[in-house]
């Protein structure tokens, strides 16, 4: 249990990080074979910040502050620092509220934190970052010229978490080096009498571990490759695994999954695993909040 432990609490894993992927084209890395986007939803006294872009493609427009991630750096660094350049402000994350896969290769992080400091940036101080930032009452109905409308989404998970995240209190980031990215499957099943099994891999050697798979859009076709064909509910991403200031550029993502049979096929390679009671009871908190879990998109 101590890795579904590390996992529910976002702690790093053990992780064999294999070669340096920069020195032979192995695995994940950021400006060759993958991008990595992190964006930042700021919400005080009932306003959201905005910054207006500089870009010749969308001059003009407002947007969250967002950006490219650069090697060697971390996903907190990042949007601390896309949010420093484009709006003048310091932050810290308080937690992952969404991961986007769009296309292969392209992977969006959005966060929601607090300000620590900086002065907003004021339209005498526009560069090629931005042209100025503002906190806006936000109305869907009346919005400022947006650059893309996925902000209303965006606003409303960050919202939900403002109101409720901080009864869940946790981080949901390891800094734990990959080569490569995967999906880590926490699957469980709840009985009537409120106990929580997961599903674990057999093992000749009585260890742990979990079922593991690439392609984050196939969680049913992964789901019957372990041995379950029943219904299931995606919860989110219970955690993300993660150091860019190693050498590799990978990730993990833990994805939370419920499933509604305890059914399983005769030739699976899983069986079920009581978990134990404390855990069991951070698990209910997790799948009884909105927030407990950061959105798959």
Known sequence: ?????????????????????????????????????????????????????????????WYLPAGRVEPNETLEAAVKREVLEEAGLECEPDALISVEYRLRGWVRFMFTGHVTGGVLKTPDKADKESLQAEWFLYDEKSPPILRTSDISELIKIASKWYSEGHSVNRRLIAHTSHVSSTMKLIAIH??????????????????????????????????????????????????????????????????????ASGRLDFFSKCKWTPVEEELAAILHTILTSEVGCAKLI
């Not at 890395?29 to 700021?42: A, E, F, Q, T």
């Not at 709840?190 to 891999?201: A, G, K, P, S, V």
């Open 190 to 259: 709840r009985h009537e009498e409120e106990r929580i099994n997961i599903l674990t891999l057999k093992s000749p050697l009585g260890t742990t571990s979990y079922p593991v798979w690439i392609d984050s859009q196939e969680t049913k076709r992964a789901l019957k490759s372990y041995g379950y064909e029943g219904a299931f509910e995606i919860k989110g991403v219970l955690s993300l695994e993660h150091d860019g200031s190693a050498s590799c550029d990978g990730l993990c993502l833990s994805l939370l999954v419920v499933l």
């Open 1 to 61: 249990m101590e890795e579904l432990r590390n996992v529910v609490m976002a702690k790093p894993n053990p992780q064999p990080t294999g070669k340096d992927p920069r020195a032979n084209n192995m695995g994940l890395v950021l400006k060759h074979n993958v991008c990595y986007v992190v964006g930042m939803v700021l919400i005080q006294e009932g306003k959201v910040l905005l910054i207006q872009e500089a870009k010749e493609s969308c001059r003009g427009s």
